[in-house]
């Protein structure tokens, strides 16, 4: 029987596409958030010293890279761990896709997401035939609920969670006895200073216990890594050891000299201020040009987004955006009708390119 999936919704963007190809100085891609600025050199030299990795890697990870994961997030996020409360993953859609299926969930279970969110949350309850209910309000979480997504910060918007929503989150969670987990990714980019991106595993948000509480990171943002599909998740040791047991049936395990790469990355933090800066430097310009177009931008604490609306139907603002030869994403694809989404993953050329054409005053 077939799966019962939506749509891919990328495919509706092609048309944009084809009409963004078209502009006299061609195309500035907006829209996905993949890196385009190089692996720092410490990671790649690392990946290339394990290049000789003939025998299979650990699912679990190896004991360095677990060392790694709970030190960096003591030091980075103020969240004491110990390695049987930290797992590898390959890249953090597998995990965040597949989490209805490591935790055994099904027809009659409804897997709760944010209301403006990536597709990846819905996917993964319809893989394994789960509601998927797209819902901010605790209040309204039904008692079918069994699994709980959180993003902060947030993509596509960009939103922060303080400590105090995140609380309510998971107190309603241990009311549902349902798992909550926290997609994480963007932590490390936040433009906030004087409000700091707080952990679902924050020690004043748990009061003393990890329980079905899981906190999911990718060293694809912060490190350039998104080739490699490095990412891990962190929390409850009993969650973990059950994504343990299924992922070494199914053979999920990280390549090994990826999982060296994660060992220097983790234990380098040069590189990620470096990155940060040039990310906040492209966001800074093209912030300001979609402000001086008409744009008004919501959210955009953090991350590598910015989540922008004039009041027009999202795909309005596709369409004329294409017309300048910038390719955004509608905000449709989240749940949102009149927002876009443009990337600042694009060199520091086409950024001010795109900065130009929406001001008027490309050559």
């Keep these: ?53 003939h025998g299979y890697p650990q699912t679990a990870g190896t004991p360095e890279l677990r060392e790694a994961i709970v030190e960096w997030f003591a030091r980075r996020r103020g969240v004491e761990l110990g390695v049987a409360n930290v797992l590898p993953t390959i890249g953090s859609k597998e995990f965040v896709a597949g989490l209805p299926l490591f935790l055994g969930l099904g027809p009659g279970d409804t897997v709760v997401h944010p209301s403006v969110a990536y597709p990846s949350y819905a996917l993964g309850a319809a893989v394994v035939g789960a509601t998927a209910l797209a819902e901010d309000d605790p209040a309204r979480w039904p008692d079918s609920t ?44 936040n433009w906030t200073e004087d409000r700091p991106t707080p952990s679902i595993l924050d020690p004043a948000v748990i009061d003393g216990s990890r329980h079905n509480i899981l906190a999911v990171y990718s060293l694809s943002k912060q490190s350039n890594l998104a080739g490699y599909r490095a990412g891990f998740v962190a929390g409850c040791s009993q969650v973990l050891g059950q994504v343990l047991g299924v992922r070494k049936h199914l053979g999920l395990m990280t390549p090994a000299p990826v999982q060296a790469a994660m060992v220097a990355a983790l234990g380098d933090e040069a590189h990620v201020d470096a990155q940060r800066e040039v990310y906040r430097a492209r966001r800074g310009v093209l912030r300001a ?34 017309d300048a030869g910038i390719l955004a994403v ?11 989404r443009l990337a600042l993953t694009a060199t520091d050329e086409d950024i001010a390119e795109a900065a130009a054409r929406l001001t008027g005053t490309a050559g």
């Design 289 to 322: 040009a979609l402000e001086a177009s008409g744009y008004r931008v919501d959210h955009s604490e953090a991350g590598l987004y910015l989540w922008a609306t004039t009041g027009a139907p999202a795909w309005e603002s596709v369409a004329a955006l294409a």
């Design 330 to 340: 509608p905000g449709t694809f989240y749940g949102d009708e009149t927002h876009v």
């Design 1 to 53: 029987m077939p799966l019962n999936l939506p749509d891919f919704p990328w495919d509706a963007l092609a048309p944009y596409a084809e009409r963004a190809r078209a502009h006299p100085r061609g195309m500035i891609d907006l829209s996905v958030g993949s890196p385009v600025d190089a692996t720092p050199a410490v990671i790649r030299d690392a990946l290339a010293a394990a290049g000789d990795a």
């Design 146 to 189: 069994r699994l709980v997504w959180l993003n902060s910060p947030g993509n596509p918007d960009g939103r922060v969670l303080g400590v105090d929503e995140l609380r309510a989150a998971v107190a309603r969670a241990r009311e549902l006895d349902a798992v909550i987990a926290s997609d994480e990714c963007y932590a490390e980019l």
